[in-house]
């Protein structure tokens, strides 16, 4: 029966393809090991006092069980027994860690990195030094630099609880900020942070994203509008497109899309698609850019590759200092598959 505030079975679907319980379970420090097959796990059980595991997670179906206490079902099962709480605030709890949600707590965080990078030298000098200097285009793109070490007691008095900060990612189970000398970066769908990318300024692995959905196209409220438009694979490629006059540029935050992003392109066959590889010098970048291509193509979207001189990305392009027109010529030479 479908009441007025009874989630609907698709809408509990949803819920759990957007976090997995395998997910939700390591998000809490469950410790697992392979069982048998690839898509099955076993560890110590997280209801019951136990010294030898019995809890199973199959990742594929999304479901546990205990050998030990006999209890199993689904996430929402688990987070009834695991929290103690009702179906109904179960529910409520997984919407508040689900994609969409959140929201509000990322727009805190990135209020707060926007601030940290007026006040810390460090930030700043990486943008200069990546050929990013546009004030105006660093504000609208809501760039921000993390410090490190300080965003819970921020957060913290602006009411937010310590258990939705791990929940969500933006802290480990020590309290430490889980960006940390990072240049952030909100990614954003019809308005809303849904996630947040973070390059390292320091010797940490370059990229990191939230444990979370990286949403859509970067900023294609307005991108979509052009009747061509410029894939690129990072934030720092889109930003200095940007800033030299080509607005009509979206990224995807890394070489392969997401369903969710390919259909974003692909929804209109009467726009041009300059997909802008990086040349890698293992191929990677442009084998991905040349497949993406001709999955345009394979929908009825014109696409073009783009090249651009060997060893570069637009990033390093810009920096080395191409112009505009520079790049421009770059466009045009690109050829259809
Ligand atoms: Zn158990």
């Known amino acids: 029966m479908k009441g007025a505030n009874r989630p609907v079975s698709e809408d509990l679907e949803r819920l759990k393809q957007h976090l997995p319980l395998l997910e939700y379970l390591r998000r809490h420090n469950w410790t697992a090991h392979p069982a048998g097959t690839a898509q099955e796990f076993v560890g110590l059980c997280p209801l019951h006092r136990e010294d030898h595991p019995s809890f199973y997670v199959n990742a594929r179906k999304n479901l546990f069980y205990c050998h030990g206490c006999g209890r ?76 490190g070490g300080n965003l819970r007691r921020h957060l913290a008095t602006h009411g937010y609880s310590f258990e939705l900060l791990l929940d969500i990612g933006l802290i480990d189970n020590q309290g430490r900020d889980a960006f940390c000398r990072r240049i952030i970066f909100p990614c954003r769908q019809q308005g809303r942070v849904i996630n947040l990318y973070g390059r390292s300024v320091g010797t940490a692995f370059p990229h990191r994203l939230l444990p979370r959905s990286k949403g859509g196209l970067v900023a294609w409220d307005s991108v979509s509008r052009s009747s061509s438009v410029i894939l690129v694979e990072g934030f720092f490629d ?22 969710f992003q390919f259909h974003q ?73």
């Open 72 to 147: 199993g079902g689904d996430l929402i099962r688990f987070v009834e027994l695991f929290r103690n709480l009702s179906f109904r605030h179960s529910v409520a709890h997984l919407q508040e860690l689900a994609p969409a949600s959140g929201s509000q707590l990322l727009e805190q965080a990135v209020a707060f990195y926007q601030l940290q990078l007026q006040r810390d030298a460090e930030g700043a000098r990486y943008l200069e030094q990546r050929g990013l200097h546009h004030p105006a285009i660093i504000e609208e793109l809501g760039i921000g630099y993390a410090p």
């Open 265 to 337: 392109l692909s929804e209109r066959s009467d726009r041009l698609v300059y997909v802008v590889c990086d040349q890698d010098e293992n191929q990677a970048g442009q084998r991905a850019a040349h497949q993406l291509a001709r999955r345009l193509a394979g929908v009825g979207v014109p696409a073009r590759l783009v090249q651009l001189p060997a060893g570069h990305d637009p990033n390093s392009y810009f920096s080395a200092g191409a112009t505009a027109a520079d790049f421009t010529d770059c466009l045009e030479r690109a050829q259809p598959l």
């Open 238 to 259: 889109l930003a200095v497109l940007w800033q030299a006059g080509f607005r009509n540029t979206t990224c995807a935050i890394g070489t392969h899309l997401t369903p």
